[in-house]
């Protein structure tokens, strides 16, 4: 039996592949037959009758076997099935073995890649189901936003014929000055168009009290704007600009907070003079009196209570003048030459602060009023030891050096000569300063953003009888953005918020957020800085059309020309998507008079009304032509959406 198994495996063996002769493994060269003799000569060898098992349990015991254990353990074991010999394979199939294999990974691949397919489309899907939701939204809330408003004006309420007749006449007539824009913009002319829309403030309802407060605001545009033309041009901002930078806006601002400036100094005159005109029979200047003369006048009046007395126990006065008053209301009025000149004509007056007068020259005397290190450090100096000292004080005199040493910039010093929200921000408007000069210490840091900053934590939106005040708070601190934002949110005053806002871009003072297509749904931006404030333009220009001009077509287009006031490819683009959205949505007769039409069989094109404002599309004015097929391509595809193929094969063949 066992030599049969042998030769059954010599068998086998032959059909194996011989050995390399460079293996290291000794070759087997007997045959079965040795292997059998040699076999039992070494077990004859063997004693089998020597008695070996107390030799093993000793030799295992020395290595810490336990023998007992072990038999044991082995005796429990089943060896029935142990030495069974395996089916052994008679041959190997290596190539079908590897097809197998491919096959499994082929099929592997497959699956992979069916997975990530489906994943793929699921996840596009999921994506473009939330951007089509994110449009949806919008469209819904924009459209909810101005039932609202109509609610509001009366066009869906009955019984208010009265009110949307007064709000449409109103409307066409600030169109009609829109229009009167455009036109000049055709021409490159530049027009005062902040005076424009004032002369149509009659047409505003409001209070008396409301319309004298509007009216002091469009004065203040047009100051900010240059529109009253004492001095230079209008203003040219730096918004409406492809590109712009930190330093043409730091000079703009500077201007404007000149202007800002300005306008106080007048209002604050004005109102002097008013009161010397009232009281003309208790103070009796008489004649013609100097700019001083009538400003000292003024001071006896509005500061000395009914005793006669000064309203502030430490008023320092000298030969019975309160000279550190007088000087203020010099400068608050505007007139810090005449101060100059009062200060020459009175040295012996200031024989207290000897050092004064060298300071006050020194101030004005610098372009951006700045003193030396060594003065302001001085004046500095004065001003700590004169408002922390235990000496009573002049409270005017420390303001005026707070001023000159621009001490303590994020604090007023409480004086009564700032009793008015005007008089703040004047005061607020000096200390600031506008400069490139990053490496500034802190204290002398104290720039419009920060002013601004202190405007927006105080709640002067309390008042809602006259939201006018408000608004007039944000024109003097240059915040226009938040201004035109703050007004349009009140319905009485929509039209004018609009139209402020007109003038603030066609002057280039208002900012727009960077990405102006991926705001659609806010009017007020705030970037990420936390500070800066831009207003959506295209959106306010939306939806103004659609709550007061939508069945008002070449209006409502004066209005999206508009857009291109600001000079960017982003600008220029929502300026033609809103154009073909709005002729999209007229009827065939609308659309044909706003694009002209073409005549099939001579081919000549009637022209549109929107061909004559052609240019103002891309502001390109030599060739229009490929604005002309970019937008009427979208409203031919526009109307095909909406199934219009009759319209929409008007258009292609209009172009």
Not at 3 to 25: G, H, V
Not at 244 to 253: A, E, G, H, L, P
Not at 300 to 329: H, Y
Request: neutral net charge; proline residues 3%; glycine residues 4%.
């Amino acid at each position: 039996m066992t030599t049969n198994r042998f030769e059954k495996l010599l068998q086998d063996a032959k059909k194996l592949p011989n050995i390399s002769s460079k293996s290291e493994t000794p070759q087997l060269d007997r045959d079965i037959y040795q292997i059998a003799k040699e076999s039992q000569i070494i077990a004859s060898k063997m004693n089998t009758n020597q008695d070996l098992t107390s030799i093993g349990h000793y030799f295992l015991a020395q290595s810490g076997s336990n023998t007992q254990e072990t038999i044991s353990n082995l005796k429990t074991l089943d060896t029935k099935f142990t030495f069974e010999p395996s089916q052994v394979a008679k041959k190997t199939d290596v190539e079908a073995y590897l097809n197998q294999v491919y096959k499994e990974y082929e099929k592997q691949t497959i699956e992979g890649l069916k997975h990530d397919r489906v994943q793929t489309f699921l996840e596009s899907m999921d994506e473009g189901l939330h951007s089509n939701w994110q449009k949806a939204k919008t469209q819904i809330l924009q459209n909810w936003e101005l039932e609202q408003d109509n609610k509001k004006f009366g066009r869906q309420t009955q019984g208010k014929e009265q009110i949307v007749q007064t709000l449409k006449k109103k409307a066409l007539a600030y169109a009609s000055v829109v229009k009167d824009i455009n036109l000049n913009r055709l021409l490159l002319n530049k027009i005062p168009v902040i005076n424009k829309f004032k002369a149509l403030s009659d047409l505003s309802d409001c209070t008396n009290t409301q319309r004298a407060t509007m009216l002091e605001a469009w004065d203040i545009a047009s100051y900010l704007t240059n529109e009253k033309r004492e001095t230079g041009e209008y203003i040219q901002g730096v918004y409406t600009r492809q590109h712009y930078d930190k330093t043409m806006v730091i000079q703009m601002n500077r201007r404007l907070i000149h202007a800002s400036k300005t306008w106080l100094e007048k209002q604050y005159h004005s109102l002097a003079e008013e009161v010397v005109f009232k009281n003309a029979n208790v103070v009796k200047v008489g004649g013609t009196p100097s700019i001083s003369h009538r400003l000292r006048a003024f001071m006896e009046i509005s500061f000395k209570t009914m005793n006669k007395s000064w309203f502030n126990p430490n008023i320092e006065i000298c030969n019975g003048m309160p000279i550190w008053l007088f000087i203020f209301i010099l400068l608050r009025s505007g007139y810090p030459d005449l101060a100059i000149q009062f200060i020459e004509n009175n040295q012996t007056l200031f024989a207290s602060s000897p050092g004064f007068p060298l300071y006050f020259e020194e101030y004005f005397s610098s372009p951006d009023h700045r003193l030396s290190e060594e003065s302001r450090k001085k004046v500095f100096t004065q001003y700590r030891i004169m408002k922390y000292g235990n000496k009573a004080v002049d409270p005017v005199k420390i303001l005026l050096y707070q001023i000159l040493g621009r001490c303590e910039l994020n604090s007023t010093y409480p004086c009564e000569v700032i009793s008015t929200i005007e008089d703040y921000i004047w005061l607020r408007l000096t200390l600031v300063r506008e400069s490139l000069n990053e490496e500034q210490t802190e204290h002398e840091r104290y720039r419009l953003v920060d002013l601004q900053r202190t405007i927006a934590e105080h709640d002067f939106k309390l008042n809602e009888v006259n939201p006018w005040l408000y608004f007039k708070i944000l024109l003097l601190t240059l915040q226009f953005e938040k201004a035109t934002n703050f007004l349009y949110m009140n319905e009485n005053f929509k039209v004018e918020a609009m139209h402020f806002g007109i003038g603030f871009a066609y002057h280039g003072l208002m900012r727009i957020p960077n990405q102006p297509r991926d705001n659609t749904l806010d009017l007020l931006i705030t970037e990420l800085d936390g500070n800066t404030c831009c207003l959506n333009f295209a959106r306010l220009i939306n939806q103004y059309i659609q709550l007061f001009l939508f069945k008002s077509p070449e209006d409502a287009l004066q209005y999206i020309y508009l857009i291109t006031l600001y000079r960017t490819d982003d600008m220029k683009f929502i300026c033609h998507e809103q154009l073909s959205n709005y002729i999209i949505e007229t009827d065939e007769e609308c659309y044909k008079s706003l694009l002209g039409e073409t005549a099939a069989k001579t081919g000549y094109h009637h022209q549109g009304i929107i061909d004559k404002f052609e240019p103002l599309l891309g502001l390109d004015f030599e060739d229009t032509s490929g604005y002309r097929k970019t937008i009427l391509d979208r409203i031919a595809e526009g109307f095909q959406d909406k199934g219009r193929f009759k319209d929409a094969v008007s258009v292609y063949e209009s172009i």
